[in-house]
């Protein structure tokens, strides 16, 4: 402050009123350091200007005075906030010593340990797909029974969805037997426009077949993610370890797709390379069809008979052995020979 300013009611807590009160200090002004004046001289000059300006004030004020104040604030700071304070290290001392120990020991064998890691991702993912996982979901299906239910539920009703002769009229039918026969009419069904028939509604399994590879090889990865979500703290310890792994069954489990895909060609080029006519359901139909023929030749007999030598709807009793009499010529008046 200025000279022959009057601080006494700013110190008095009159003007701003403070909850630990004001206390007043003199500083050394800049000609003092300019002048070197030392700390201890311009504490003296210091309780001088107090006893001399504000005497009723000069055993509360002063530079003393205030590091005395300010280390016992701290003092009593310090005793509040020890109790909490330690408690909170000890919390934070056990929980960072569990999570040191959940670490393991020292790594000295890198390589070791690096396979020991691998081995364990490897069996937790087997283990998800044979159910025999650590944690298991309770929520949905997920790894082998997920795949279980794709195979057999949703693969095994889109197969049983398939109509057999979906997609066939009667008019690609006699297309096609016409077609194989040439210029002769047919009197038979030709094998060939059967085989070309049969291949065709086989041709159209491939396709479900493919998409059943793309929900298993989806659920193959989602396996992943679910191996990475409860991995091991001794694979959290190394997370770029652990982002390598996933990342390689990842781009492992997308190189084997296509393969798998030509996995399904094959088989289903396997079943149109031949056609197995000697299967008990071609040879059931095979009957019913010469059953058939059978009962059209038998319509066609009975309507080229006369209506007197048509066959009658009661059964006629079994002829016996001729009496013989019946074998024997007889005369009537006539002269005429009959049997009798």
């Not at 300013?5 to 909850?19: F, N, Q």
């Not at 997609?167 to 038979?188: E, H, K, M, V, Y």
């Not at 479900?208 to 310890?237: D, G, K």
Request: charged fraction near 25%; charge should be neutral.
């Amino acid at each position: 402050m200025d000279a022959g300013t009057d601080a006494m009611d700013v110190l008095l807590g009159r003007v701003i009123p403070v909850k630990l009160g004001i206390i007043g200090v003199v500083n050394r002004s800049q000609l003092d350091i300019n002048n070197k004046k030392s700390v201890s001289d311009s504490i003296r000059d210091e309780y001088g200007f107090l006893q001399k300006k504000y005497p009723s004030l000069a055993n509360r004020s002063g530079t003393k005075y205030l590091a005395r104040t300010l280390n016992r604030l701290l003092m009593h700071h310090i005793r509040d906030c020890l109790p909490e304070l330690k408690t909170r290290i000890n919390v934070l001392a056990a929980q960072y010593q569990s999570l040191l120990n959940s670490y393991g020991e020292p790594v000295d064998d890198k390589s070791a340990t690096l396979l020991q890691l691998i081995t364990k991702f490897a069996t937790e993912y087997c283990n998800t797909i044979e159910g025999t996982a650590k944690y298991i979901e309770t929520s949905e299906l997920c790894g082998g029974a997920r795949i279980c239910y794709i195979f057999h539920e949703t693969f095994g009703r889109t197969l049983e969805s398939v109509d057999p002769l979906g997609g066939l009229t009667t008019i690609d039918i006699l297309t096609a037997i016409r077609n194989a026969t040439g210029p002769r009419p047919a009197l038979f069904v030709p094998e060939v426009s059967f085989e070309l028939l049969v291949k065709r509604q086989v041709k159209r399994l491939e396709e479900p077949s493919l998409r059943c590879v793309e929900l298993v090889h989806e659920e193959m990865q989602r396996i992943i993610q679910h191996c990475s979500n409860y991995s091991t703290q001794e694979l959290l310890r190394f997370p770029k370890l652990h982002d390598a792994i996933v990342e390689v069954v990842t781009c492992l489990l997308r190189k084997r797709l296509p393969v798998t895909n030509e996995m399904v060609h094959n088989l289903v080029a396997i079943e149109l390379a031949y056609i197995n006519t000697k299967h008990p359901d071609f040879a059931d139909a095979c009957g019913l069809m010469n059953n058939n023929i059978e009962e059209q030749r038998r319509n066609r007999i009975a309507r080229d008979l006369p209506p007197s030598a048509a066959p009658r709807d009661k059964p006629s009793k079994a002829p016996g052995p001729l009496a013989p009499a019946a074998l024997e010529p007889s005369s009537d008046t006539d002269g005429k020979v009959c049997a009798s």
